[in-house]
């Protein structure tokens, strides 16, 4: 080494120079190219385009939440007044709730005319379970005979007449009483209102299957697919005048109220859902809270929408018909037996 020359040392410099820059072209290609390095700082351009998204997304919101006020609005103020939707003095509802923390409605439809608050034309229980997301009605028969907790101690009677001589308070003492069942509220619909709130929903006609050829009050309805209007279907809903007798007649009620379920749950029909609800509080004298219809309506919309199902009381085998002067024609039940089929209906 000592005896290089200038010329031979400045070779040796130039070759350790070629070999270290091979080196790192190679570990280059193993590697690939290294980014430049980010400071984290986003782009502007990126945190523009998030931020006009979230804007956008946001003003949707607000703007259903606006037409869906507008809707309800007009349903409701639309209901209220109409000079035919009538309302009665309603006695305190003592509402229980039940114990499995489902919720349980008495719905009364009155076809009550003049002063008198008349007797309940329909009696049902709408059940919904929110664990399950399950939607059922139960149909008590209006003939059925049953015990009423009068203030004279408890008066056998057909069970329609619980409403005249209490209001909805009354039928609820009466359910319970004889078939163990807890009702939280309460939503009473006059008949004259029934078919305002039908045509809200579809104006176009309630799509279903008549059962047969019918007339009533000259309403004339054809066997087959349909689409009725309000008044048509209240008229479907109330005709008895067969062999049938009220058992037809409770199982057209149902079966309206099946089409309504899914008239009202079809996502075509989404935007006419706030006014219907406003037409509904607006019709009906109910004690169901605004929360309610919302937290039950939400979350059935967004289940499975399991189809509703349908009970009818007395049950198949419980039941005799009996006749008192002062009552008519009546359905001498089987108490504990119509009990526990509700209550096995409900626990599915």
Known sequence: MAGMSRMDKRRQEEAKKHVSKEKQMDTQQVNGPQPPLNHGTPPKKKRKKKKSFLFWVLIVFVALIGLSGVGYAKGYFTAKVDKDNKEFEMTAFNGQKSQDDSINILLLGSDSRGEDQGRSDSIMIAHYNKKTKQ?????????????????????????NAAYSYGGPEMVRQTIENNFGVSIQYYAVVNFDSFPKIIDVLAPGGLPLTAEKDLEVEGTVIKKGQTNLSGHEALQYARFRKDEEGDFGRVRRQQQVMSAITKQATNPLHAWKLPEMLGAVVGYTQTDVPASTYLSVGTSYLFSSHKPLEILTVPVEGSWNDGYYDYAGSVLEINEEMNKQAIQKFFSK
């Open 135 to 159: 939607p059922q009605i139960v149909s008590i028969m209006r003939d059925t005979f049953v015990g009423i907790p009068t203030q004279d101690g408890i008066e056998y009677n057909k069970i």
